[in-house]
């Protein structure tokens, strides 16, 4: 996490949306913001350039406040995808508190998401996070669009490994909320081994991924 | 995610730390902003942080820090304006960090105030926003340059030790080259050496080839004088016999002629003088002999020799310098046998050492040349009682140019050839020398070649 202070009563985390250049990770971000209730989260901060690429990173942070008084801030951040931003993608996935890989589903981009994702086990490493323990999910986006790898062999690799994967397709909203929400879940039980959230904060699983994807339209139903 | 991430530096790359409103703002930005309103009519204006406090105020605030408790009240019950004042509400990441407050003039209406506070409000917002993107950009920028320079750093770092490495290498090539080249210069000079050996050897072989033709026939004429000169001693001696008997009273004349031409000494010198030529021209015959063997000019490839055989007729090129230091040669030849290899660079091996050896004293000098078979090598040893060699100067003996002698005296190439044609026999040549008690060179000669030589102390 990036900050917990006991005098403020603030936790500060951090999820991360990680995966190759034009995968969707900035989609998926505005798809949230678009999806859920403006109470309780901030604008999208987009910090984008000239080539349509995010050459810095987006970020949407969230903010509630337990009923015991700890105020809980989430930035939801994503990274650059395109091979120079290492230096950047190092420094936004440093202190993440979950990760969501976004994997772009079209047969040419094989070779580009497993290096993504090899660049990812390295950089987790380099921060000094365990892959095996760091709550992670994978999205496999733009199953709206032809020649893509199929499900069945998606899953035939993934499923052995224990990682929770979705199916989506970003720019239509689907499989979007259900990504973070359940990135949102592992993230709970995370934090709640250390901090205890359900006892000293009387601050349940549901309440906080509520708090996080209360969502009043149904821009997002599957 | 319970670790720091720290650099050697001590420097977080953290991208996300918090920030408050006095982080966001500064008081150049605001000042323009909080004037305006009380140009417009306000009497109290701040921007408060979270708990009220005043970060930036404007007007009369009679010393007033914060909020009055009542406006806080309001504000947590979330009223957020009355007939006196009104509070905005300013939000980070969703977060509220602090308050805008504006207080109206005892007695006035703050109506008249709304439009421009309302512009401020939204102007702030947008100052904010642009403070946050601007601080979010540079966060990163600096985190990813940061660490760009560390790596940067690292890679120098490799990148020098990589530097070093290839100097060194680039240095000691250089020192290699110069080694190699000095050694081919050697080679060269040695080349050179042997071939104007070898011309001097061939030389020889010619001039001996020349002088044995006529040395055979004054050998071979020489016995049949000495025979004629025998047959006519006796013929005389019996004329004289003879005439002595038969001419009693006049043999005076004949007598005195005889007496007078001392023919008695004639008779008896003339044979001594004849052998004395014979023995002269039988040395004659030998030196020339010798000087064929030892120059050896017709092999070329390698023959099957008796290094004994060898030693001697070395042994004799050199008698007149033994002689000339009355040095005294003993020779303990062993039975070895037959050596495979080129006879006349091996003679020159022995000439080399043998010359060093009866330099090495003037006086009372005792060269011992012993021949024996160790195992599968010959072992040739030639040993002097002279003064020694400094131990200091044992390694460079072998080292071309290398010489004690005065200059012009020594070439400094014999030893160094000695040590090519034995290497090249793939023999060795060991030292054995103590100051005061002589050298002792041994030639170790392997009689298998294939092998390298087994080299007994």
Known sequence: ?222 | METEVKTNDGIDFLVGVEMSLNDILSAPEVDPLLAAIIKGGAELVAITDPKGRFLWAKGDRNGARELQPSVRQDADKGRYENANWRLWPLYHEAEPIGFLFILRPPGESLCHLSHITEMAFTTLNLIMKNSVKRMLTTEVHTASIQQSYNELLEINKKLSISEKKYRHLAQTLEQRVEERTAELKKAHTRLLQQEKMASVGQLAAGVAHEINTPIGFIYSNLNTLLKYMATLIKMLKFYKKSSTVQTAGSLNESEELYNKLKIDFIMDDSLDLIQENIDGAEKIKTIVANLKDFSHIDDVSEIEMNINQELENTISVLLHEIKSRSARIIKKFGRIPSFKGHPGLISQVFFNILLNALQSKDKDLVITVRTEQKMDDLVISIADNGPGIPSDIQGRLFEPFFTTKDVGQGTGMGLSIAYDIVSGHKGNIKVNSQIGEGSNFSIILPLNKKYSPSVEG
């Open chain 1, 1 to 222: 996490m990036i900050e917990y202070n006991e005098l403020e009563q603030k936790l500060v985390l951090k999820l991360v949306y990680y995966g190759p250049a034009l995968s969707g990770k900035t989609t998926n971000l505005m798809q949230l913001h678009e999806a859920l209730d403006t109470k309780g989260r901030s604008d999208l901060m987009v910090l984008d350039t000239k080539d349509d690429r995010t050459i810095f990173f987006d970020l949407l942070p969230f903010y509630f406040v337990t009923p015991t008084g700890l105020k809980i801030k989430v930035k939801v951040y994503t990274v650059p995808g395109h091979i120079r931003h290492d230096a950047t993608r190092k420094a936004v996935l440093s202190r993440a508190d979950g990760v969501a890989f976004i994997a772009d589903s079209k047969l040419t981009e094989a070779t580009n998401n497993y290096g993504s994702f090899e660049n990812l086990e390295q950089n987790l490493a380099f921060v000094g996070l365990d892959i095996e323990k760091i709550p992670l999910v994978i999205q496999f986006n733009k199953r709206d669009l032809p020649d893509i790898v199929a499900e069945d062999e998606i899953k035939k690799v993934w499923e052995p490994t224990g990682i929770k994967i979705f199916m989506a397709s970003a720019l239509h909203g689907r499989g979007v909320l259900e990504t973070f929400k359940c990135l949102v879940d592992l993230t709970y039980d995370h934090l709640d081994k250390r901090f205890s959230l359900g006892e000293n904060h009387e601050l349940s699983k549901e309440a906080f991924i509520n708090n996080l994807t209360c969502s009043n339209c149904a821009y997002l139903a599957v």
